[in-house]
């Protein structure tokens, strides 16, 4: 045990029995060596809950106490203190009343923050108490919400490397160069935010009085940024030049890449497509980690029967795989994972894609493009005269790229596609209403699944009360429910995560084509009769799977709601 004299808050957490001498003694001369405040690094470590901690300062040192559920962040004075001072001091603004500024702190020592406020603003500054948890959430809610994007924006963002020559802020040729650097940071700040939040998509969209910038993350849009409207064509032109479109182009829809280097080591590609609105361009950009597809299939949120399914699949000499969901549902990543399992020199891959998402090496990629006469079929076709072991093709859209895809897996390769439908049985009857002949359906597909991404739940979690007559409504069985215990987000979240989730996990419903089921797509059998087969061969529903992550703890009963429908 270190050699220290308890004082103060460590003092009363062993004397209200909350921390034992040991554990105290330690954390005061951890929380010392790491420069943190105690109140810090007992939240960080979960040694005392936060709320308690703010509790027993409260009553020690008389200060009011403060909900932030009750503070409207669009109204806090956040233009009075630079971020620099609000990260420094662990402090919070909270509302102005004529020269006295209130700020939100947890630590009731933390009178430099005071001082320094006081002086850089020349208001009375008076501290109120909020718990450490909820300090750290409102403090980055400020600082990263819709109106402070073009705040503080480092000077270091200016030199941010693009690949393949993409222009400097000098070369940008819209509008007066005086107004061009501060668009050039604020798009380069954009980019490496939604990295670091792990966003997937980047909205950038014009209205009529407005301008915002929403991120796509977990799934879920959220709104970060309101640029003046008047720098919506300079966004648009700095984002188009990157991307290497035609800038004089707005009346067309474009599409672009631009590939950012972060490090000598690290690169991000995001994929562009530009759409002429009524009030100027929107731009949507997608995020293409090629490191997703080396997560491993472990990591994809299979159950084990699924995955032993899949592995199957993918090891038969000859057959298609689809994957099936719709835009954003992780498919490309399921294909690229069992590809990079495949991916030997003994074998020869070709996929044909529009556009490629994840470059892979020892993977022949062809992008496809119509215009130019290289369209699925084409490339299909292409592939047949290459020797080829695995094709994948990136979507089936028409009969000629099914036939031509389904033919292949009869002669001795391994197809893999997807399909935009929502069910395994689904899929089936759509090759069917292509014109695909059903016999050729029912001997050469092997393995369909489907698939949703739903928001996986942060440590943070709680237990939910739901009443028992509900969840057998919601499809839950009463062994099931023996013993079961159900977990709910924590809607003001934590440091680590984005209101109670962090991250996303696959649901899936893998359906491994059974000579019952060959039965019934050689008779031309519908969707239900299909999908009751499946139920009937031990295969579950997308519905099912998600009831077993909730029954997990991965995900909420809400989640699975909103991602999955029977």
């Not at 299939?297 to 298609?320: C, F, R, S, V």
């Not at 962090?502 to 239900?528: A, D, H, W």
Request: glycine fraction near 6%; hydrophobic fraction near 40%; include cysteine.
């Amino acid at each position: 045990m270190a050699d220290i004299q308890l004082t103060g808050l460590a003092r009363r957490l062993v004397t209200d029995n909350l921390l034992n001498e040991e554990t105290a003694a330690n954390a005061v001369e951890a929380a010392r060596k790491d420069k943190l405040p105690l109140i810090t690094y007992l939240v960080q470590e979960n040694l005392v809950n936060a709320n308690t901690l703010a509790l027993i300062n409260a009553e020690m040192f008389g200060m009011p106490l403060f909900n932030i559920d009750a503070l409207d962040f669009n109204q806090a004075p956040r233009e009075l203190i630079p971020e620099k001072l609000l990260r420094q001091h662990n402090a919070l603004p909270l509302f102005k009343r004529g020269t006295r500024l209130f700020i939100a702190v947890s630590d009731p020592t933390n009178e430099k923050a005071v001082e320094e406020f006081r002086f850089n603003t020349g208001l009375n500054v008076e501290a109120i108490l909020i718990p450490q948890d909820q300090l750290a959430l409102g403090i980055e809610k400020i600082l990263d919400g819709p109106d402070s994007a073009l705040d503080d924006l480092d000077d270091d963002l200016d030199d941010l490397d693009t690949e393949d020559g993409a222009p400097k802020e000098e070369e940008i040729t819209s509008g007066d160069g005086a107004d061009e650097a501060p668009v050039v940071r604020f798009v380069n700040k954009m980019l490496l935010t939604a990295i670091k939040k792990g966003a997937s998509d980047l909205h950038f969209e014009p209205y009529e009085k407005a301008y915002r910038v929403r991120f796509r993350i977990d799934g879920v849009l959220q709104e970060i940024a309101r640029p003046p409207i008047g720098l919506s064509p300079k966004i648009s032109s700095r984002l188009k030049i990157m991307s290497s479109m035609d800038i004089s182009e707005r009346r067309k829809p474009q599409d672009g890449r631009i590939k950012l280097k972060l490090s000598k080591t690290k690169a991000i590609d995001f994929r562009v497509n530009t759409l002429p609105t009524l009030w100027g361009e929107k731009i949507v950009l997608r995020i293409l980690d090629p490191s997703s597809a080396q997560m491993g299939i472990d990591m994809l949120g299979y159950e084990p029967e699924q995955k032993d399914m899949y592995m199957t699949a993918l090891h038969k000499p000859q057959g298609m795989i689809l994957v099936t969901g719709p835009t954003g549902s992780g498919k490309t990543v399921s294909l690229y994972t069992g590809l990079n399992i495949l991916n030997t020199v003994e074998r020869n891959i070709s996929t044909a894609e529009d556009p490629v998402e994840i470059n892979l090496e020892g993977i022949n990629q062809v992008n496809v493009n119509p215009k130019q006469g290289m369209d699925f079929a084409q490339a299909l076709r292409a592939f047949l005269r290459q020797d080829p072991d695995i094709i994948m093709v990136g979507e089936i859209r028409d009969l000629e790229t099914a036939n031509i895809a389904i033919k292949a897996a009869q002669t001795g390769h391994m197809v893999l596609s997807t399909l935009h439908t929502n069910s395994a049985a689904e899929t089936l009857t759509r090759l069917q209403n292509m014109g695909v002949p059903s016999f050729n359906i029912a001997t050469s597909v092997n393995l369909i699944i489907a698939q949703r991404l739903a928001r996986r739940l942060c440590s943070c979690k709680q237990k939910a009360d739901i009443p028992k007559a509900t969840l057998l409504k919601e499809g839950f069985t009463e062994e099931q429910l023996d013993g079961a215990v159900i977990y709910n987000h924590k809607p003001s979240g934590c440091e680590k995560c984005n209101k109670g989730y962090k991250g996303r996990v696959g649901i899936y419903e893998v359906v491994y084509i059974t000579p019952g089921m060959q039965s019934i797509i050689m008779e031309e059998g519908n969707s239900l009769q299909i999908n009751e087969q499946a139920q009937q061969e031990g295969f579950n529903s997308l519905r099912q799977s998600g009831l077993v992550k909730v029954l997990q703890g991965v995900t909420t009963l809400e989640e699975v709601n909103r991602v999955t429908q029977d």
